[in-house]
């Protein structure tokens, strides 16, 4: 049985599944909780969510566990993982197998397989790399939102409310980033801006800024 977690800083996905001799597999079952940051999270919140996950899955599943996937924002160094895997194997049989790795590996590990390109993941925090098919070979470790993470949640919450309250000027960015800021939300379907708006004159805003 394997079980793969994929958590960013607000929710986490834990998912068990099993492979068969032909190397496909189904979900045996899949779980959502709060998420997992390390390098934010003293080590008894992190306990709390991980203990939440085992206690809400049978026994006998956890114990039928041989491989971990475990990807989640923060995990940055082979400090925190081993930090991390001290942490976790009281959870889990002793011969079962844990790898540890960011949610950044995943996103790229889930978009291109053996395959490399660029990934960029944006949510709570945003990030971006270069994958050679393998491993992650480029990387700009972000800074969080106060120090220019202009794809996070954080931030696109206070950018549109200064939209809505001074106006597209005082958005704390650059030029060329006011504008993809504008026109990724004007896209966004349940945002305040849509196709729609496009067609009734706001992409000339983009011009002005």
Known sequence: ?????????????????????CGGGRVVRQIRTPGI?????????????VSGFVASVDEELVGS???LH???????SSDVSAHLERQLRKYFRPACR??????LLAAARALFGDGGGVVAIMGT??????????EIVQC??????????EGSGPLWEGCSSLIISRGLSHLPLQ??????????????????????KLRQGILPLLLLL
Do not use: H
């Open 140 to 149: 700009i470790r972000s800074g969080g939102f106060v120090l220019g993470d």
């Open 175 to 196: 030029r060329s980033s006011r504008r993809l800021f504008l026109m990724l939300i004007m896209l966004q379907p349940s945002g305040k801006y849509t196709v729609e």
């Open 125 to 134: 925090g945003s990030n971006s790399c270069l994958y050679d098919g393998k």
């Open 98 to 103: 844990m790898e540890f790795a960011s949610d």
């Open 1 to 21: 049985m394997k079980l793969i977690v994929e958590s960013g800083a607000t929710k986490a996905d834990w998912c068990l599944c099993e492979t068969d001799a």
């Open 70 to 76: 475990f990807y989640a924002a923060g995990i940055v």
């Open 65 to 67: 566990v041989d491989e």
């Open 37 to 49: 940051n390390v390098s934010v999270m003293t080590e008894d919140a992190v306990d709390r969510i």
